[in-house]
């Protein structure tokens, strides 16, 4: 059974989130966004979810009312559908959107976290199925207390940046028309400006930094390059090895 809206939002926008379905509570966003595979560019905001999720399984929750869940639906084309480009794709654009509201620059940590100051404000959740759905949950209202009392001393909301609540209307309408700007250059064919701007939020080239790789492998060297293509490390022993951005699970950078 598909849940009926308590609301629907429009946003002038092109490619995403023309119809935004606004429900008070859902087990998760993503979840009841893949009752809307034949309907792209759908969006899917919930004031509270029961059973959101995170990356590798994790949970996602927040209390009510206090961040962004939100879940976009796309069919994308075969060139750019792939968690890798996605995922890139979906934080350039949100850290252009915190960027409207706080005039911070939020970092990608390796594959799906944004931060700010280093403390994470919003992750990212890709699943692919029927059509590919996006899920992004961003702190809007919580303080310090409410992260520290929930044992996460290294998150941050727009209300701790800017000491000021954050209405969820203009949370969504920044947020949704940062992914329809950068959807479209992506359909444009203007893959390298996004992928430059992704490669400037990561801030990884150059620097020391240890993988974790899909096989169990830990591996140690210097970040030479990074496309959605490939990333090419320079290991201890001066070799250079190529790997492709799914084989990735983790990239830490490395204080020398």
């Given at each position: 059974?598909?849940?009926?809206?308590?609301?629907?939002?429009?946003f002038?926008?092109?490619?995403?989130?023309?119809?935004?379905?606004?429900?008070?509570?859902?087990?998760?966003?993503?979840?009841l966004?893949?009752?809307?595979?034949s309907?792209?560019?759908?969006a899917i905001?919930a004031?509270?979810?029961t059973?959101?999720?995170?990356?590798h399984?994790?949970?996602?929750?927040?209390?009510?009312?206090?961040?962004?869940?939100?879940?976009v639906?796309?069919?994308?084309?075969?060139?750019?559908?792939?968690?890798?480009?996605?995922?890139?794709?979906?934080a350039?654009?949100?850290?252009?959107?915190?960027y409207s509201?706080?005039?911070?620059?939020?970092?990608?940590?390796?594959?799906n976290?944004?931060?700010?100051?280093g403390?994470?404000?919003?992750?990212?959740?890709?699943e692919?199925?029927?059509?590919?759905v996006?899920?992004?949950?961003?702190?809007?209202?919580?303080?310090?207390?409410?992260f520290?009392?929930a044992?996460?001393?290294?998150?941050?909301?727009?209300?701790?940046?800017?000491?000021r609540?954050?209405?969820?209307?203009?949370?969504?309408?920044s947020?949704?028309?940062?992914?329809?700007?950068e959807?479209?250059?992506?359909?444009?064919?203007?893959r390298?400006?996004?992928?430059?701007?992704?490669?400037w939020?990561?801030?990884?080239?150059?620097?020391p930094?240890?993988?974790?790789?899909?096989?169990?492998?830990?591996?140690h060297?210097?970040?030479?390059e990074m496309?959605?293509?490939?990333?090419?490390?320079?290991?201890?022993?001066?070799?250079?090895?190529?790997?492709v951005?799914?084989?990735?699970?983790?990239?830490?950078?490395?204080t020398?």
């Amino acid at each position: 059974m598909v849940l009926t809206p308590n609301e629907e939002w429009q946003f002038p926008t092109v490619h995403i989130g023309q119809r935004i379905l606004v429900y008070d509570e859902v087990e998760s966003t993503n979840s009841l966004a893949t009752s809307f595979t034949s309907t792209p560019g759908v969006a899917i905001v919930a004031r509270n979810q029961t059973a959101g999720r995170g990356q590798h399984g994790r949970t996602w929750l927040s209390r009510p009312g206090a961040a962004l869940l939100l879940s976009v639906v796309l069919d994308t084309p075969p060139e750019i559908r792939r968690a890798s480009i996605l995922t890139a794709w979906a934080a350039v654009a949100v850290g252009d959107a915190i960027y409207s509201h706080t005039s911070l620059q939020a970092r990608i940590k390796w594959p799906n976290d944004l931060l700010v100051h280093g403390k994470k404000i919003c992750g990212i959740l890709i699943e692919q199925g029927a059509a590919t759905v996006v899920g992004i949950g961003l702190n809007l209202n919580q303080s310090a207390a409410e992260f520290a009392d929930a044992g996460l001393p290294d998150a941050t909301s727009l209300r701790m940046l800017t000491s000021r609540e954050t209405q969820l209307r203009d949370a969504v309408g920044s947020v949704i028309a940062a992914l329809d700007g950068e959807y479209r250059r992506l359909l444009e064919g203007e893959r390298i400006a996004v992928e430059s701007d992704w490669k400037w939020r990561m801030g990884l080239l150059g620097r020391p930094v240890v993988l974790d790789l899909t096989d169990g492998t830990v591996l140690h060297g210097r970040m030479r390059e990074m496309s959605f293509d490939h990333l090419q490390i320079e290991t201890e022993d001066g070799s250079v090895r190529s790997l492709v951005p799914e084989s990735v699970v983790h990239v830490r950078a490395v204080t020398v």
